[in-house]
């Protein structure tokens, strides 16, 4: 098996983490620093990263959380802050976040030790829509939802086509659903401010059929049979 397969089977990241961990030196094999992607871990040998000895899982995890506002999207926070991890303490299996929200974004986050499918979420090829509700400033005016759909530039680059629906507004400012097949760094974010209405509350409720749905702020639940068989049937 590929060393960074190995990696993401055993639960410590996706394997496109996995290669820039292997790249930065902090992946071990047999106590010699491996560098090579392209490894092929065979029986005996003996695999670290950060120092930490890792052995394939047998039993996969997949879990839904909601989120809070004011938590970092990482399994360690230097500064002392709370993280995602944090809302799954009781769960006795090594797993990690799928992709992240930022920190004043609160919903929908996939947490699992299976790598093959945060692979699968994190590809951009696979086009999974991620849906979330926002709250900006101001009116979106026809013109500005036309841009929204089919594309902004967002600081050198356009986006992809997105789905966009008013859900209701004011005068001061409107609700809005939109869905993005992309996960640029703060993106629904950086679209909402190029089309001059910036966001005030954003929250993701959906990761493909993966819907929020009524589970509590802070709180997680375990992807059902049919979700993970819909996951799978995406690779």
């Not at 049979?225 to 690779?235: A, F, S, T, V």
Request: positive net charge; charged residues 30%.
């Amino acid at each position: 098996m590929r060393i960074n397969k190995y990696i993401a089977e055993s639960g410590v990241t996706s394997r496109r983490k996995a290669d820039e961990l292997i790249v930065n030196g902090a992946v071990k094999v047999n106590g010699a620093v491996m560098r090579e992607p392209g490894y092929d871990v065979v029986d005996g040998d003996k695999v670290q990263v950060n120092g930490k000895v890792i052995s394939l899982n047998q039993k996969k995890e997949y879990v839904l959380v909601n989120k809070p506002l004011g938590m970092v999207t990482t399994s360690k926070d230097e500064f002392g802050r709370a993280t995602v991890m944090d809302l799954v303490k009781d769960i006795d299996a090594r797993l990690f976040p799928v992709g992240r929200l930022d920190y004043n974004t609160s919903g929908a986050l996939i947490l699992t030790n299976d790598g093959d499918i945060a692979n699968m979420l994190l590809h951009p090829k696979n086009e999974i829509f991620k849906t979330y509700m926002a709250r900006v400033s101001g009116v979106l005016s026809l013109e500005k939802l036309w841009k929204l759909r089919k594309g902004v530039d967002i600081g050198g680059y356009v986006t992809k086509p997105a789905r966009v629906t008013v859900v209701k507004g004011t005068k001061t400012s409107t609700i809005v659903e939109i869905s993005i097949s992309e996960g640029k760094n703060r993106q629904v974010r950086k679209m909402c401010k190029a089309v001059g209405n910036p966001v005030q509350e954003l929250k993701r409720v959906s990761i493909g059929e993966i819907k929020l749905g009524h589970l509590r702020e802070g709180h997680y639940r375990k992807l059902t049979p049919k979700e993970i068989e819909y996951l799978r049937g995406q690779m």
